[in-house]
């Protein structure tokens, strides 16, 4: 790199020479100068110098660094900067404003820099603590939105640090008044089970439900749902086959006998829908049948939802067909997804005209068939060549205002044979 020639460079290197240390000014005004002529790795030099000389970095230094590295990439050296300055004495912390501190956080979080993003938050702790000794005090709060996707940057690169440090920020910005929104407790539950801390994960699990106990039973459906919300725990569950699936079992049925005892029927649903997923038909059921009888719980719809998953899974289209019936005749209502898997479990034994009768009573039910769905008996409709089927899911697309899109060739092949029926 060609080097520039600068006054106070030259003032600087002058008082090396001459055994005079140069003040903290001078210093800053070097490093502004180099910052804004792209001149970054003789930047970070000198505020190596700046460091070891026992100053501490202006904010107006650090904002220009900061914006620096932004704009060529270099969020690794920022990273570095930040660490070179911790090491300073705490009682000078740096603080940079409080919207640079957002501005760091979602440039980190759009470039899954966990690093980052943990120290533009620990930024933010020491607005709040300042914010709370000051007088009159200033209660700042970090944005939920901005803690669900830290949350899930943290998950994503696996760093328990950044997991950590989002939820104790969370839980001091509400400063005990409020409950963390569900998105909150969702993406922990997330973090935690990708980092495979299950016990961790079932423990928020459980406070989530604390949480909303008195929530309204559509909400509930669907915050505690393992085929949505909950499914990253399922997952976890599972990961490790029936080795896991056994262990949190095992792990719920302790705590059902602890004072006070833990008894969920979404962490039972979890793993009922984690047996399904590894193909286990029977532990699948035997977890279903101890919610009742081990546990004194009783099965909502997302339990027989799972038991249903499992025995369309393992063909077993007859045993799916009575665990619907039979939660009909207890007089729970089934939702869009207990048809959704009647109509998979049909068309694993290719029976499409039996997937139709259960569309037709999903929508005499109130729901909508999903565009999905419809392709998926399309599809077995043009194996098994069932040309009267195939028009009925037609008739549903436009019903529904649909679009069906080709299946390119299966599509060619079917309508070349209908022609050549029909000509």
């Given at each position: 790199m060609k080097w520039i020639k600068i006054p106070c460079i030259r003032m600087i290197q002058s008082g090396k020479e001459s055994k005079s240390a140069p003040d903290e000014e001078s210093y800053h005004m070097v490093v502004l100068l180099l910052l804004n002529r792209n001149h970054i790795d003789a930047a970070l030099k000198y505020i190596d110098l700046t460091l070891k000389s026992g100053y501490m970095l202006s904010v107006e230094v650090f904002t220009d660094c900061a914006h620096s590295c932004v704009k060529t990439g270099r969020l690794d050296t920022l990273v570095s900067?930040?660490?070179?300055?911790?090491?300073?004495?705490?009682?000078?912390?740096?603080?940079?404003?409080?919207?640079?501190?957002?501005?760091?956080?979602?440039?980190?979080?759009?470039?899954?820099?966990?690093?980052?993003?943990?120290?533009?938050?620990?930024?933010?702790?020491?607005?709040?603590?300042?914010?709370?000794?000051?007088?009159?005090?200033?209660?700042?709060?970090?944005?939920?939105?901005?803690?669900?996707?830290?949350?899930?940057?943290?998950?994503?690169?696996?760093?328990?640090?950044?997991?950590?440090g989002t939820w104790a920020i969370l839980k001091r910005s509400l400063r005990q008044k409020k409950v963390p929104s569900p998105e909150s407790y969702l993406a922990k539950i997330f973090a935690h089970s990708s980092l495979g801390n299950l016990q961790k994960a079932f423990s928020t699990l459980h406070e989530f439900e604390i949480s909303y106990k008195d929530s309204t039973k559509e909400a509930e459906e669907d915050m505690f749902s393992p085929f949505t919300t909950?499914?990253?725990?399922?997952?976890?569950?599972?990961?490790?086959?029936?080795?896991?699936?056994?262990a949190v079992y095992y792990q719920l049925e302790n705590l059902s006998r602890a004072d006070p005892p833990y008894k969920s029927v979404a962490a039972l649903n979890c793993v009922i829908l984690g047996c399904a997923n590894i193909w286990d038909v029977d532990r699948a059921y035997q977890t279903f049948s101890a919610m009742e009888t081990s546990f004194g719980l009783t099965p909502d719809i997302h339990s027989y939802n799972a038991l249903l998953c499992a025995f369309g899974k393992l063909h077993k289209r007859d045993e799916a067909v009575k665990v619907f019936e039979h939660l009909v005749s207890l007089g729970v209502k089934p939702n869009?997804?207990?048809?959704?898997?009647?109509?998979?479990?049909?068309?694993?034994?290719?029976?499409?005209?039996a997937a139709l009768s259960t569309i037709n009573d999903m929508v005499v039910a109130g729901f909508k068939p999903t565009k999905e769905i419809l392709k998926k008996v399309r599809r077995r409709c043009v194996r098994e060549m069932d040309y009267e089927s195939n028009d009925k899911v037609d008739t549903l697309a436009r019903e529904f205002k649909i679009r069906l899109t080709s299946e390119n060739r299966r599509d060619m092949l079917f309508n070349l044979e209908f022609s050549t029926q029909y000509v």
């Open positions: 900067i930040i660490e070179r300055c911790k090491k300073m004495d705490q009682n000078k912390a740096l603080c940079p404003p409080w919207n640079l501190c957002n501005y760091i956080i979602d440039v980190a979080m759009q470039a899954d820099n966990s690093e980052l993003a943990f120290y533009g938050l620990e930024f933010m702790a020491r607005w709040i603590a300042r914010g709370e000794i000051a007088r009159p005090p200033v209660f700042l709060s970090v944005d939920e939105g901005l803690v669900v996707n830290a949350l899930t940057t943290a998950a994503r690169n696996y760093n328990s640090k950044l997991l950590d909950l499914y990253p725990l399922v997952v976890a569950c599972s990961k490790n086959g029936f080795a896991t699936l056994d869009a997804k207990s048809y959704a898997l009647l109509v998979d479990a049909h068309l694993i034994k290719r029976d499409p005209k």
